[in-house]
């Protein structure tokens, strides 16, 4: 029988029994994050490129060990204390470390000496941990993907994938030579290089038989390995002592339904793919007769989601798009990766956690990864724990509760995240992510991301309204979310239309109520891109209404860093905009920026001057505006992420102070006062990097404060959103 779990059923039970666990259930949090690049040695420039991928950990559970394949080495991560890791250094290898596993006091690392893919080469090392020196190379003859060490600990397996060259006839197989699979004895950790041997495995499959490509390797207690043939889309049962193929079969086709196949800048989760081979990367035993596998896709296919299989080839379960729908529920959807392979699921991680039985899915391009309990059927889903920008490695650590991710993307040559590894504590207590999901609605979640504006509902309490910005420039938005649920729910979806279509050339930034039942919003554009400056009032029903042009002089000399919030201030002939200008603009003074107003009734332009924060690095500029009171609130962030960020404040002006001079003259400046530092806030959410874009800030009818990060739709960027209430200091 294949057990299957619905779509809409799995994403239901991640959002209530994941969401509200019961009481006394164990549930991972992140604790801490570490980025790799304090790794780096003391003669390589701070900018370097680093990457964690396959990570491990020592039998003792205090020395984390990780393949990073830029720096040429391995990097070691001192966890005694999990919460506070400490760098250990790092090691190079003379090649490129593609994966670690750890023998005793050893670790395994395969190195990639290829000159290139034609003629593929490559070492296993043996390195002992404590000493950090190498002990033992052997020559494997090719170009080493996947180890791993059989759990009695007497063999090592490794896949040696001589990958194909996608520049070369476009990808296509076969492209030689062939890889295999080597098996090696084990002395105490050591490799043994005169035990080793190398396992045929061509023949087998029906996609290029002639030319395997051997990509993931795994062991059971029975020394069986399973190996996947990527490419070929095919799965190997070898005898690990004897190195004889037991059975094999193909990991087969799926039809999928309710996915998002247009990259489009719409989320639309309608269409579907018939016959996707699932071209696995890991593999993992769940037992000694279960696998399960993580079906990225390579060259052909790639089916967003995860498989498991007995050793024989029966399909026991297929999840089909279901996590992938439960990764967009959170706001981790990779629109950009529509056309391609959607999330893509490629590390898998397996263990028993107080006798429970768990297996831990990453999908790369949602930067999630995903907690599942292994019932022996239908397999549920627990949890989604954010994971830096693109998770390649874990490993679990069953002994002292931890579960680790390692994340390869290192985006330091823009200004980016680094590269980091993520630790994570199974413990009694509540959820810290996510903090923002949204309804299930026609079998599917309604897709949202890069959240960048805020304003509360006018009559009830929790009730917030939130915009998203060109990111998703052929479907823009305005969520209703539903603060008073945990996590905060968005349970509608409005759409922005213009003669009854998707609104196109919009960059919502901010959101105001029009006091009429409808909304202002503002576009904060971008004249490279032909998407205007402007002001738009929509009705209760999405529609425009009223497009309002920015005035010429306020034009002159603009930037596409404009309109980042707006807010309303009066009634009737007397209700004027105000809206916070981002960056300097034209001839504003450096450091100075422009908070405008506009008067609907009469029509009039006017603006103030807004002094800004200084920083040492990067910029500082604005993100929101919203009044409160006798004050309106602005949000002002520099463009720093993780240690770098130093400013992320929100400041209040006086509405009495708001006397707007005349556009092209001079202009009067407004004195700001600091209302809260949201960097405290950013650094404890979940634990993570401090993410640059706080961009979201309101009140709601109860003047309950909430902010909100933009994740950017998941395109170089972790994906994570945090919403949160903000508790503000007396004014005083």
């Given amino acids: 029988m294949a057990f299957r779990f619905s779509q809409m059923a799995l994403t239901a039970a991640m959002l209530t029994s994941a969401a509200f666990p019961a009481a006394a259930e164990p549930v991972f949090n992140r604790i801490a994050s570490f980025p790799v690049a304090k790794n780096l040695p003391a003669d390589k420039d701070a900018k370097s490129v680093t990457s964690a991928e396959i990570i491990t950990a020592s039998e003792d559970g205090k020395t984390l060990i990780y393949s990073d394949s830029p720096l040429g080495g391995i990097g070691f991560i001192d966890i005694t204390d999990a919460k506070a890791p400490k760098a250990g250094g790092a090691l190079l290898l003379e090649g490129e470390p593609t994966s670690v596993a750890v023998a005793g006091l050893k670790v395994l690392a395969g ?24 002990e033992a190379s052997c020559d494997l003859g090719g170009q080493p993907d996947s180890v791993a060490v059989s759990p009695d600990k007497t063999f090592a397996a490794i896949a040696i994938e001589n990958e194909r060259d996608e520049e070369v006839n476009e990808g296509a197989l076969p492209q030689m030579p062939a890889g295999y699979l080597v098996t090696v004895g084990l002395k105490d950790g050591v ?76 989320l ?103 907690v599942y309990k292994d019932t022996g059927a239908e397999p549920q889903l627990t949890q989604l ?23 390869e993307a290192d985006l330091v040559e823009d200004g980016g995240a680094r590269s980091h590894v993520m630790i994570y504590e199974r413990a009694e207590g509540e959820l810290a992510y996510p903090q923002l999901v949204s309804a299930t609605v ?87 891109k032909l998407v205007p400056h402007a002001l738009y009032n929509v009705n209760a029903k999405g529609e425009i209404k009223a497009e309002i042009a920015l005035p ?64 040492e690095a990067g910029w500082v500029g604005l993100s929101e505006i919203t009044a409160q009171g006798d004050n309106v609130y602005i949000v002002e962030r520099d463009n720093q992420i993780g240690d770098k960020a130093k400013i992320k404040k929100l400041y209040r002006v006086a509405i009495a102070d708001l006397k707007p001079g005349k556009i092209g003259g001079e202009l009067p400046l407004v004195t700001k006062q600091e209302a809260h530092d949201f960097l405290p ?21 109860a003047g309950t404060a909430y902010a909100v990060t933009d994740n950017d739709g998941v395109d170089d960027s972790s994906g994570e959103t945090l919403f949160f209430k903000v508790e503000m200091k007396a004014i005083n």
């Fill in 111 to 134: 190195v990639n000496t290829s000159e290139n893919r034609a003629k593929p080469s490559g070492k296993l090392v043996t390195v002992d941990i404590a000493a950090k020196k190498i």
């Fill in 191 to 266: 490799a043994d290089c005169g035990t080793l041997k190398k396992i045929d495995v061509t023949g087998l499959a029906e996609i290029s038989p002639e030319d395997p490509e051997p990509e993931f390797v795994s062991i059971n207690a029975n020394g069986e390995i399973a190996l996947t043939l990527q490419e070929n889309n095919h799965i190997v049962i070898i005898d690990g002592k004897t190195g004889t193929v037991k059975t094999h079969f193909s990991a087969g086709t799926v039809n999928l339904e309710g996915i998002d196949t247009k990259t489009d800048g719409q």
């Fill in 268 to 370: 639309k989760f309608t269409d579907k793919q018939e016959g996707r081979k699932r071209e696995p990367d890991a593999v993992k035993w769940l037992d000694n007769d279960r696998i399960v596998i993580a079906n990225e896709g390579d060259w052909q296919g790639g089916s967003r989601g995860f498989t498991i299989f007995d050793k024989t080839g029966k399909l026991l379960y297929e999840a089909g798009a279901s996590l992938e729908h439960a990764v967009a529920a959170i706001g981790h959807y990779p629109e950009k990766r529509s056309k391609a392979k959607g999330i893509e699921p490629e590390g898998l991680e397996t263990a028993t956690f107080d006798g429970q039985k768990y297996f831990f899915v990453l999908a790369e391009r949602a930067s999630i990864a995903a």
């Fill in 385 to 407: 724990l954010p994971s830096g920008i693109s998770p390649e490695g874990a490993v679990a650590i069953p002994a002292r509760n931890l579960f680790v991710t390692a994340n």
């Fill in 442 to 528: 026609d079998g599917a979640p309604i897709g949202w991301g890069a959240l960048s504006g805020l304003v509360g509902d006018a009559e009830k309490p929790g009730i917030l309204y939130a915009v998203s910005d060109s990111v998703y420039g052929n479907q823009p938005s305005i969520y209703t979310i539903d603060a008073t649920k945990k996590p905060a729910t968005i349970t509608n979806v409005l759409r922005v239309k213009r003669d009854g279509i998707a609104a196109q050339k919009l960059d919502i930034e901010g959101i105001t109520l029009d006091g009429k039942g409808g909304f202002w919003l503002a576009s904060e554009g971008d004249s490279a």
């Fill in 552 to 615: 010429k002089e306020l034009l002159a000399g603009d930037t596409r860093f404009g309109f980042e919030g707006v807010t309303l201030i009066g009634k009737g002939d007397d209700a004027t905009l105000w809206m916070a200008v981002q960056r300097e603009w034209g001839t504003d003074e450096k450091g100075f920026v422009k908070l405008v107003s506009y008067n609907p009734k009469s029509k009039e332009w006017g603006a103030v001057r807004y002094p800004l924060d200084k920083t």
């Fill in 681 to 701: 806030d950013l650094k404890a959410q979940t634990n993570g990097y401090v993410v640059d874009k706080l961009e979201g800030f309101t009140f709601d009818k």
